[in-house]
T-cell receptor, first 112, second 116 residues
Framework: DAKTTQPTSMDCAEGRAANLPCNHS???????VYWYRQIHSQGPQYIIH???NNETNEMASLIITEDRKSSTLILPHATLRDTAVYYC?????????????FGTGTRLTVIP | GAVVSQHPSRVICKSGTSVKIECRSL??????MFWYRQFPKKSLMLMAT?????????EQGVEKDKFLINHASLTLSTLTVTSAHPEDSSFYIC????????????FGPGTRLTVT
């Protein structure tokens, strides 16, 4: 699976949009971009994923550049409960053993 | 999304004893489950892949005789930490793969193990 690079930490004011970048310059054509987050002392929570097109769900939006070498997770209106470590992962979807390799992620702190 | 549970949520045991952690997929059948461990302020590290009805596949550096994994049914995998020592204290997290949703993985809430 391709490696990703994320900033170590970010702050965001409550109510503002949080934009979390991720670089994955070695991504291959059939690897997906996944985002998970982990709130302190909890298991990771799936947020969103995409292949080429931008995606939006009730939690967030995912913007993938045209060359697919980077992406941005957008939390449109950050709340204090969004404080967590956010992991950007690129992975194949395949029927064999399919696990997620977690990097160091970005520690997002939402400030009141 | 699908629900994965873990039991217990936290456990304290004495050095030398064994501890069993259960991981259950509550609303889907998981042919494959994964066990991770996480040290404070560190990322998740995959320990092993648990396949229903067959032996688990362990990552390099993980002792299979110390971390016993059993996946006896499509909804339950167990991780037993044998002869636990203080250095085994960690946050253990399981995930289960749902073949009905393009092989998505859903994570349990984690188990905090403290060995005294």
């Amino acid at each position: 699976d391709a490696k990703t690079t994320q900033p170590t930490s970010m702050d965001c004011a409550e109510g503002r949009a949080a934009n979390l970048p991720c670089n994955h310059s070695t991504i291959s054509g059939n690897e997906y971009v996944y985002w998970y987050r982990q709130i302190h002392s909890q298991g990771p929570q799936y947020i969103i994923h995409g292949l080429k097109n931008n995606e939006t769900n009730e939690m967030a939006s995912l913007i993938i550049t045209e060359d697919r070498k980077s992406s941005t997770l957008i939390l449109p209106h950050a709340t204090l409960r969004d404080t967590a470590v956010y992991y950007c992962i690129v992975r194949f979807l395949q029927t064999g053993a399919n696990n997620l390799f977690f990097g160091t992620g970005t520690r997002l702190t939402v400030i009141p | 999304g699908a629900v994965v549970s873990q039991h217990p949520s936290r456990v304290i045991c004495k050095s030398g004893t064994s501890v069993k952690i259960e991981c259950r997929s509550l609303d889907f059948q998981a042919t494959t489950m994964f066990w991770y461990r996480q040290f404070p302020k560190k990322s998740l590290m995959l320990m092993a892949t648990s396949n229903e009805g067959s032996k688990a596949t362990y990552e390099q550096g993980v002792e299979k005789d110390k971390f016993l994994i059993n996946h006896a049914s499509l909804t339950l995998s167990t991780l037993t930490v044998t002869s636990a020592h203080p250095e085994d204290s960690s946050f253990y997290i399981c995930s289960a793969r749902d073949p009905g949703t393009i092989y998505e993985q859903y994570f349990g809430p984690g188990t905090r193990l403290t060995v005294t």
